[in-house]
């Protein structure tokens, strides 16, 4: 059994234990910017050349369906990891293989009333895709997008076949 001195004499000094505290707490938290479709171009259409741009001359039609984008401190700017998903379907002329998705990204800043493209690529996403084959999921994410840690930043996204 122990006294009340004892216990006062324990609890008044605890064990030392060094302290430590992470100063990344205290940075402000990274700026992830807003995702936005570009208009017209989430929709990829493609025919056999020469041929008329009706359904039953349709090879393939892709859809983009899905975004998402996370972001991370990286010293002064912010990493921002994007993925951008779709669907793809054969049509009547499709004779089976490897198409490559022309995928846009650029990210825009707002600047004095206006915008600046601080950030663009293009990506060629693979899709196999067999003939009469049903509609194929695609995929592709980017990881290491550097952005200035900014607001007013925007990210448009879509097919861009130029």
Do not use: H
Request: glycine residues 8%; aromatic residues 6%.
């Amino acid at each position: 059994m122990s006294s009340d001195n004892e216990l006062e004499s324990s609890s008044a000094n605890p064990p030392a234990t060094e302290k430590t505290f992470d100063l990344s707490v205290l940075q402000a938290p990274a700026l992830c910017p807003a995702l936005q479709e570009l208009s017209g171009t989430t929709i990829l259409t493609k025919y056999p050349r020469g041929k008329e741009k009706t359904p039953e001359n349709l090879s393939y039609q892709a859809i983009i369906t899905d975004w998402a984008r996370t972001c991370k401190k990286s010293g002064q700017n912010s990493a921002m990891k994007l993925g951008i998903a779709g669907t793809i379907t054969p049509g009547p002329t499709w004779k089976g293989g490897e198409v490559l998705l022309p995928v846009r990204v650029a990210v825009t800043q707002d600047v004095d009333g206006g915008e600046k493209t601080i950030y663009s690529k293009l990506f060629s996403v693979p899709v196999t895709l067999g003939a009469g084959s049903p509609s194929a999921t695609w995929a592709f994410v980017e990881e290491n997008i550097i952005l200035p840690n900014e607001p007013g930043q925007n990210v448009v996204f879509g097919f861009d076949e130029k």
